[in-house]
C-alpha cells in the first residue's frame, strides 16, 4: 500500500519544502529588516518593528494562517465594494501559506539577528575604519561573517520550528506533505502506516537540516577559541 | 465588519479561553512530571540516556500535528487497539490531544532540564559531594534546584511555544479558543472579526505569561546569577 502512495507522499514532501524553503527567504528579508527597524534611532522605525515582533510572537501560527488566508480577502473584497470596483481578491493557498510563514518567522529572525548585531562588539568595525576600509567594506568584510556566526543558532533553531510549522498548510488546502499523507490515509484506512510515514519524512528533512547547521556552524566558527573546562 | 457578532458571542469566546487554558494547564503539568525524571536520567548517560534521546528526538524533530493525528486517526487502525480496554479514551479528541501534547512538550522539556543539569558548574556538585552527600540527596538538595531555576527562560518559551500550539486541538473537533472562532466563522461568515478576536485573546494570554515567568525568574534565578 505504502509504494503505490509513494510518488504522491513524495510531490507532497517537495512541496513542503519549497513551501518551508519560500518562507525561510521571505523571513529572512523581513527579519533583517525588522532587526534594522529595532536598531534604529527612529522611533519612527523602531516601533512598528516593536509591534510586528511582538504581536506577531503572541499568537499561534495557526490563527495567523486561517486570518490571512479566510479573513483578509473577505475584508479586502467588503473594502472594493464599498467603493464599487469590480475587483475580488483570492489568494492562492501557496502564496497565502508562504507570506504567512515568512511574516510570522520574519518575527523571530528579527529578533535572532538583532541578537548577533549586538554580539560583534562595535571595536571590530572602528578597527576595520581605522584600516581605511569604507564604511560598506567594514560591513561586508568583518560585521556579516561574524554577525553570521552568532546569528546561526538562532536561524537554526527558527528554521527547524519552520520546516515542521509549515505541516498547517494543509488545514487551507495547500497539498503538501501532510495533506498527501491524510489522502492516502483515508483511501486505504492506514492511517497509523502512512501518518507515520509523514513523520519519518519530516524526521528525515530536520535530521539534515541539522547535520547542514553543525556543518556551517563549524564552518562560521573558524578561528574562535572555546573555554575548555 | 460585524463587531456585533463578536460583541454577541462573547461568552462563546470565554468557553474557548477556559478551554485552551484547561488544555495548556493540563499538558503543561503532566509533561513537567514525566520531564524531570527523564532529564535527569539523560543527564546521567548511559542505555537509559540513549533510548530517551531517541524519545525526545523523533518528538521534536516532527509536527505537533503530525504526532496528534497518528494519535487521533492512526492508533485506531490496530485490531487489537481497538479491542482494548485504551479505546474507549482514544476515542476521546480531548484525551488524544492532551496525550500529544503531553508526550510533545514532555520531550522539549526532558532536553531543557537535562542541559540545564549538563550546564551547572562542576564545583557545586563537587562541593556537595565533599560534604558526603549521597546521590539522591544531592540531586534534591543541589542539582535539580539549581537545574530547574537556570531551565526557567528555556521553560517560559517551551510553555509559550505550548499555548500556540493548543490550538491544534481545533483541528479535532475541540472547540478551544481557535475552534470557537471557526465555529462563528461558519455560523455568521466573519472570518476577519473571529480570528483576529482569537487572536487577540492568545496575545493577552502570551503577555501575561511572559510577565508570569519574567516573575518568576526574578523570584527564582536572578539571586543565582552573578552581580
Request: proline letters at 5%; aromatic letters at 12%.
Amino acid at each position: 500500500m505504502l509504494a503505490a502512495y509513494l510518488p504522491s507522499l513524495l510531490e507532497g514532501a517537495a512541496l513542503t519544502l519549497g513551501v518551508a524553503l519560500l518562507s525561510l527567504a521571505v523571513a529572512i528579508v523581513l527579519g533583517l529588516a525588522g532587526c534594522f527597524a529595532k536598531l534604529s534611532r527612529l522611533r519612527l522605525l523602531r516601533w512598528p518593528a516593536q509591534w510586528y515582533t511582538t504581536v506577531v510572537r503572541g499568537i499561534p501560527d495557526l490563527v495567523l494562517v486561517l486570518l490571512v488566508f479566510y479573513g483578509v480577502p473577505v475584508i479586502i473584497n467588503d473594502l472594493f465594494a464599498r467603493f464599487e470596483m469590480d475587483v475580488v481578491v483570492d489568494p492562492p493557498p501557496f502564496v497565502a501559506g508562504v507570506l504567512t510563514i515568512g511574516f510570522i518567522f520574519g518575527a523571530y529572525l528579527a529578533e535572532a539577528f538583532r541578537g548577533a548585531y549586538l554580539a560583534v562588539p562595535p571595536g571590530q568595525r572602528e578597527a576595520a575604519l581605522a584600516y581605511g576600509m569604507t564604511p560598506w567594506q567594514a560591513t561586508r568584510r568583518v560585521q556579516l561573517p561574524q554577525m553570521l556566526r552568532h546569528a546561526l543558532p538562532g536561524v537554526s533553531n527558527n528554521w527547524l520550528v519552520l520546516i515542521k510549522s509549515t505541516a498547517i498548510v494543509s488545514v487551507i488546502g495547500l497539498h503538501d506533505l501532510m495533506q498527501r499523507g491524510g489522502q492516502a490515509a483515508g483511501n486505504t484506512k492506514e492511517p497509523f502506516i502512512f501518518y507515520g510515514a509523514v513523520a519519518l519524512i519530516y524526521l528525515g528533512f530536520t535530521s539534515l537540516s541539522e547535520l547542514a547547521f553543525r556543518w556551517l556552524e563549524q564552518r562560521y566558527s573558524i578561528g574562535t577559541r572555546e573555554g575548555q573546562l | 465588519m460585524q463587531w456585533d457578532v463578536i460583541a454577541d458571542n462573547f461568552p462563546l469566546y470565554l468557553s474557548g479561553a477556559w478551554v485552551t487554558v484547561q488544555l495548556l494547564l493540563v499538558s503543561l503539568a503532566c509533561g513537567i512530571l514525566i520531564a524531570v525524571p527523564l532529564g535527569v536520567l539523560r543527564a546521567l548517560g548511559g542505555p537509559a540516556s540513549r533510548l530517551i534521546w531517541l524519545y525526545t528526538y523523533a518528538f521534536r524533530g516532527t509536527p505537533m500535528l503530525v504526532q496528534l493525528f497518528l494519535i487521533y486517526y492512526g492508533l485506531g487502525q490496530f485490531e487489537a487497539v481497538r479491542a482494548s480496554f485504551a479505546w474507549e479514551w482514544l476515542q476521546n479528541a480531548w484525551f488524544c490531544a492532551v496525550l500529544a501534547f503531553v508526550l510533545n512538550t514532555a520531550a522539549y522539556t526532558t532536553e531543557i532540564v537535562a542541559g540545564a543539569i549538563k550546564a551547572l558548574p562542576a564545583g557545586e556538585i563537587e562541593a556537595a559531594k565533599a560534604y558526603g552527600m549521597d546521590r539522591l540527596t544531592l540531586l534534591r538538595r543541589i542539582v535539580l534546584p539549581q537545574a530547574l531555576r537556570r531551565a526557567l527562560p528555556a521553560y517560559g518559551n517551551e510553555a509559550i511555544f505550548m499555548l500556540h500550539g493548543t490550538s491544534l486541538a481545533m483541528l479535532v473537533t475541540i472547540a478551544d479558543l481557535t475552534g470557537v472562532a471557526k465555529r462563528l466563522y461558519a455560523t455568521h461568515y466573519t472570518p476577519f472579526e473571529a480570528y483576529l478576536t482569537a487572536g487577540a485573546f492568545y496575545l493577552g494570554m502570551t503577555l501575561g505569561m511572559v510577565a508570569l515567568f519574567r516573575w518568576a525568574e526574578e523570584r527564582w534565578l536572578k539571586p543565582l546569577l552573578p552581580r
